[in-house]
């Protein structure tokens, strides 16, 4: 059962570059969120969508861009990387919102330089 | 917007007593869900439990329980018989259920440990 498949699980990127966070779940969830998790802090919400084509801004989305072509992939877009983006990334998928269990993905290690 | 705080930034408890980590919330509305979830040192975010708020009784998962007073907007964990499994960061969630805006908020966690 792959669940939440999260690619790449670690990553060292330079200042100014870019790059794509994957994200597919096999569990045909129409919910799909993206959180970034800072040392010591909580998640935080930076995109989410309820279904294809539908996505909307959490509560920090600058510096990012999604998209959600396709019920299974909900990739995360980072442009002009900054410092201030090294964090851990989750993704997170659910069936009905808040009615049933949101999974996650295993996380994604950006580190920013 | 909603938010949720945790007040206890760390926690601690010896083996087989018990602990309760609290929560609290701020939204204006009536139909949401509460979660608590713990992230163990491999990071994976596992569900605990689940309440929701148009229910008035206590959910319950086995040794885990919560105390939920929609009234104050507090929504509490009690860890029972504590295990050196049970030692990992604990969030509780909130989620909207109105609005078409189905967010899932965290709070900044309570870092528990359990002491044998």
């Known amino acids: 059962n792959a669940g939440v498949t999260q690619t790449p699980k670690f990553r060292i990127l330079k200042i100014g570059q870019s790059m794509t966070l994957q994200c597919a779940q096999d569990?045909?969830?129409?919910?799909m969120y993206w959180y970034r998790q800072d040392p010591g802090m909580g998640l935080k919400l930076i995109y989410y969508?309820?279904?294809?084509?539908?996505?909307d801004k959490g509560e920090v989305p600058n510096g990012y861009n999604v998209s959600r072509s396709t019920t299974e992939d909900f990739p995360l877009r980072l442009e002009l990387a900054a410092p201030s983006q090294t964090s851990v990334y989750f993704c997170?998928?659910?069936?009905?919102?808040?009615?049933?269990?949101?999974?996650f993905g295993q996380g994604t290690r950006l580190t920013v330089v | 917007a909603q938010t949720v705080t945790q007040s206890q930034p760390e926690m601690s408890v010896q083996e087989a007593e018990t602990v309760t980590l609290s929560c609290t919330y701020d939204?204006?509305?009536?139909?949401?869900?509460l979660f608590w979830y713990k992230q163990p040192p491999s990071r994976q975010m596992i569900l605990v439990i689940r309440?929701?708020?148009?229910?008035?009784q206590n959910a319950t998962e086995n040794r885990f329980s919560v105390n939920f007073q929609k009234a104050a907007k507090s929504f509490s964990l009690k860890i029972s018989d504590s295990q050196l499994g049970d030692t990992a960061m604990y969030f509780c969630?909130?989620?909207?259920?109105?609005?078409?805006?189905?967010?899932?908020?965290f709070g900044k966690g309570t870092k528990l440990t359990v002491n044998p």
């Open positions: 997170a998928s659910s069936s009905l919102g808040g009615r049933t269990e949101a999974f």
């Open positions: 569990m045909n969830h129409n919910y």
């Open positions: 969508s309820v279904g294809a084509g539908i996505t």
């Open positions: 939204t204006s509305e009536s139909n949401y869900y």
């Open positions: 309440q929701e708020a148009y229910k008035q």
């Open positions: 969630a909130f989620m909207n259920l109105q609005g078409g805006s189905e967010k899932l908020v």
